[in-house]
């Protein structure tokens, strides 16, 4: 099993989850995170952490995020690990819980 980040993290990108995580496994877009599922070992740190609550375990994803399960392995796999938490965007705060933000999304 592996965390999802999913789409309330778009555009807020807070990197509390980062710090926590043991295994290195967040990886860095231009305005969003994603979790690499092959290094993930499901320790449940960072889902805590996450102040938008973006981050869930597979199984319990909500309706509608599903797709981020292989955004995240896709993604992971072009973006550079992150391993240092750094500041959020200027504008996060006005972004939380916006719905419909996957267009959004810069690759």
Request: proline content about 10%; charged content about 30%; overall charge negative.
């Amino acid at each position: 099993m592996t965390f999802v980040v999913t789409e309330n993290c778009i555009k807020c990108k807070y990197m509390d989850c980062v710090e926590v995580c043991p295994v290195d496994c967040f990886h860095e877009g231009p305005n969003f995170l994603v979790i690499d599922p092959e290094e993930c070992i499901d320790c449940t740190l960072c889902e805590p952490e996450c102040p938008v609550e973006a981050i869930f375990s597979e199984e319990e994803l909500p309706q509608g995020q599903e797709q981020f399960k292989q955004l995240n392995a896709e993604l992971a796999k072009q973006w550079p690990v992150i391993t240092e938490k750094g500041p959020p965007p200027e504008d996060a705060k006005e972004w939380e819980g916006k719905p419909e933000k996957l267009k959004l999304l810069e690759r």
